[in-house]
């Protein structure tokens, strides 16, 4: 039996650059990456799969493009009209069907598949009793449940948002933000190392927080890297004109809405 498993690593605060919508949201100017990119930032990982090929017409010294990226990339750009960080967050995993709205974590749960958050806190998608729900405090401690339940969850969802980037962001260290996310790469490695071929990995943010301005939620464009163990080289994804477009490729990954909506996803181009 094929086991089906999709793996979501999300470093929420991490944008790469204004969206167009900024000026509404006080975020002209804004680029998390962009502003710590020279405060002793080292992601060769997050190269090697293609974080600077997402921003080809903006590159940065310290964030090159490759040219054969490990990983599918593009970027998103967020819908919904609200300052809040749980707002983008509900766009980007909110599904609606025939008859009514709801985290495809939900749908996943009621159709019986395994489903785990790990997260730094606790939120909406956690009310059905069937998913797996585990508050972590630091990063170091989601890497230690993300790895454990890479061991003992053959498939379903697993899915990770690391919590120290997304504090030192809030706290506006831009130097400690660099630091973090250094960290977070050495990870990352380790991660896509111990992948299956049955696996997909997504790298992402739900938010971006750039720690240079003094808001609490920069209007962004947003990652999205997609990994494939059965693909050699990436492509690109392009611009997704919404977040929904995950919530969209984990229904049409794991066959939730018995294929009656055709909503716009960027699975087939990565399989």
């Avoid at 994804?237 to 984990?250: E, H, P, T």
Wanted: negative net charge.
């Amino acid at each position: 039996m094929t086991h089906k498993r999709m793996i979501i690593l999300d470093i929420a605060s991490l944008g790469i650059g204004e969206a167009p919508d900024a000026n509404r949201f006080n975020s002209v100017g804004a680029d998390t990456l962009g502003h710590v990119a020279d405060k002793g930032l080292s992601v060769p990982n997050l190269i090697d799969l293609g974080l600077g090929n997402i921003r080809w017409d903006n590159e940065l010294a310290t964030v090159p493009q490759n040219d054969a990226p490990r990983a599918f990339f593009g970027k998103m750009v967020p819908n919904v009209a609200s300052y809040k960080g749980s707002a983008t967050y509900r766009e980007m995993f909110d599904y609606t069907t025939d008859a009514r709205t709801v985290s495809v974590m939900d749908l996943m749960a009621e159709q019986n598949m395994d489903v785990s958050i790990i997260s730094s806190f606790t939120n909406y998608l956690e009310k059905q009793d069937e998913i797996s729900t585990l508050q972590v405090p630091s990063d170091s401690k989601a890497f230690v449940e993300l790895s454990a339940k890479m061991r003992t969850q053959k498939d379903g969802l697993i899915y990770c948002q690391v919590p120290e980037v997304h504090i030192l962001a809030k706290a506006r260290n831009c130097f400690g933000y660099a630091e973090q996310l250094n960290k977070v790469d050495e990870t990352i490695g380790k991660i896509v190392e111990r992948l299956r071929d049955t696996d997909l990995l997504l790298i992402l943010s739900s938010e971006a927080i750039d720690p240079s301005m003094e808001i609490k939620i920069s209007r962004e464009y947003l990652p999205l890297l997609v990994f494939n163990p059965n693909q050699e080289v990436g492509k690109s994804l392009g611009i997704k004109r919404s977040l929904g477009a995950v919530g969209n490729a984990i229904a049409a990954y794991f066959d939730l809405d018995e294929g009656k909506q055709n909503k716009p996803n960027f699975i087939n181009e990565v399989l």
